[in-house]
């Protein structure tokens, strides 16, 4: 009785989701506090002391892929999100072809997230023999299987507490740093090349890129495809504000000049906790470094709840045999990372993978964008222009990802674009031709 219970709980319900709820779950997918941590170094290196004003840039231009995302969640609520845009665009085939991608792209972030912690951040600052390590590494995944098999709403709260937190912390350190440093127009002036300005733009820009959480909890949305848009729309405001503040604060705290970003980041690749430790103590630095992996754990549990539902739409299996079949796959491949001796080299094979499939099925489902509105009768005149500028920012992603070829970053990537595009075009025929052969 227990068992049927917990199996019931796991079950998708419809209109059982506060909006919050909703919203709570993109911003973690995010990961604000883990982006200005880490990720935003990414940025910084190309764009240094004008980073804020190439995030703002950024953030514009990636807003293009927002509209498209939000225009498809207004009239798509379900539980199978980038697969039933780009199939109600496309057919059956092409929403396959980018809902395999957009697996690939989301089963291969969970072990990317769980090597980036233990491989990189914890070992940054903790001397942890390889045993503590590979020990981690799997209680990690545990974690985060136990968490979705514990019931649906319990990552939903987790998202809600740890992005309050977050936001909080950012605020905080912003606050007490600029109140060192005071106020400058530098980093809102152009003082790099225009090939490091847009690279630091787009860097920024793709920091955005795990709001898409949300188009997998239409059905369950109080609201449905209106709040799923509002969700979107409001995290991708409140995210894109934090980081572009972080990456103000974080210029500032370098002394408001590329020299002095130049030689932060040759101390640190993590300035939210070297500015911390600086400007606010160890204890502050400490709140920092246990929230930034809160952080990225939250991140990877979003992506978690995307793919379980996306697993349990395209393979029409109970939420049970969704969850346990994707946490399957992220034992797996950690094993394998675990086998190889080197999770930074997981982190990095896997983070590949998963950004270049990512962008390959936003590429797809952007191409697809002015049929499906043109099928609803909701085309507007600058649909055709939206989506060419989605497909050529997503081509530029997977361009700058595998351009130059580097062995085997550059290889592991092709490798996941290309099975994913076999997986899907064989599952669309069969689908296809299985309801021919019905009719």
Excluded: C
């Excluded at 919203?23 to 980073?51: D, E, K, N, R, W």
């Excluded at 949305?221 to 509002?230: D, L, N, P, Q, S």
């Amino acid at each position: 009785m227990r068992n049927y219970i917990t199996v019931r709980k796991l079950e998708l319900k419809e209109s059982s989701l506060k909006p919050y709820l909703v919203v709570a779950q993109a911003i973690s997918s995010i990961a604000p506090l883990g982006s200005v941590s880490a990720y935003l170094t990414f940025a910084m290196t190309y764009s240094l002391v004008s980073t804020t004003l190439a995030g703002i840039l950024g953030v514009i231009i990636y807003f293009m892929w927002v509209l498209i995302g939000y225009r498809y969640s207004k009239y798509i609520a379900s539980a199978g999100g980038i697969y039933d845009f780009a199939r109600s665009g496309g057919g059956e085939t092409v929403g396959r072809i980018s809902g395999w991608l957009y697996w690939i792209s989301y089963a291969i972030y969970l072990p990317s997230s769980t090597a980036y912690i233990t491989g990189i951040v914890l070992t940054s600052f903790f001397k942890l023999s390889p045993m503590v390590d590979d020990l981690i590494e799997f209680g990690l995944a545990f974690l985060l299987i136990g968490f979705m098999i514990s019931g649906l709403k319990v990552p939903f709260y987790y998202a809600l507490v740890s992005s309050t937190i977050e936001g909080i912390l950012i605020a905080v350190l912003g606050l007490k740093v600029l109140s060192v440093t005071g106020l400058s127009m530098a980093p809102l002036a152009f003082k790099v090349p225009v090939g490091s300005f847009f690279g630091g733009a787009l860097g920024v820009g793709f920091v955005m890129v795990g709001g898409g959480v949300t188009f997998f909890l239409g059905y369950e949305a109080e609201g449905k495809g209106r709040t799923v848009g509002r969700s979107y729309i409001l995290a991708y405001i409140v995210a894109s504000a934090l980081v572009l503040f972080a990456s103000y604060f974080e210029i500032a705290g370098a002394g408001y000049t590329s020299s002095g970003v130049n030689h932060m980041l040759s101390v640190t690749q993590y300035p939210g906790f070297y500015l911390a430790s600086m400007y606010l103590g160890n204890g502050f630095a400490l709140a920092i470094l246990v929230f930034t992996v809160s952080s990225l754990i939250g991140s990877a549990m979003a992506a978690y709840v995307a793919l379980a539902r996306l697993t349990h739409v395209m393979l029409h299996k109970s939420m049970l045999i969704s969850i346990v079949s994707v946490g399957a796959f992220f034992m797996v491949i950690n094993l394998a990372g675990i086998a190889f001796g080197n999770l930074t080299l997981l982190y990095l094979l896997s983070t590949e993978a998963s950004l270049v499939t990512l962008y390959a099925s936003h590429a797809i489902t952007a191409f697809v964008f002015p049929l499906f509105t043109k099928k609803i009768n909701a085309r507007k005149f600058y649909d055709l222009i939206l989506a060419a500028a989605s497909v050529m920012l997503m081509v530029y992603g997977l361009y700058s990802n595998i351009i130059p070829y580097e062995f085997p970053l550059s290889t592991v990537g092709l490798i996941s674009i290309a099975a994913g595009m076999l997986i899907g075009i064989i599952a669309g025929v069969r689908l296809v031709r299985g309801s021919r052969n019905r009719n």
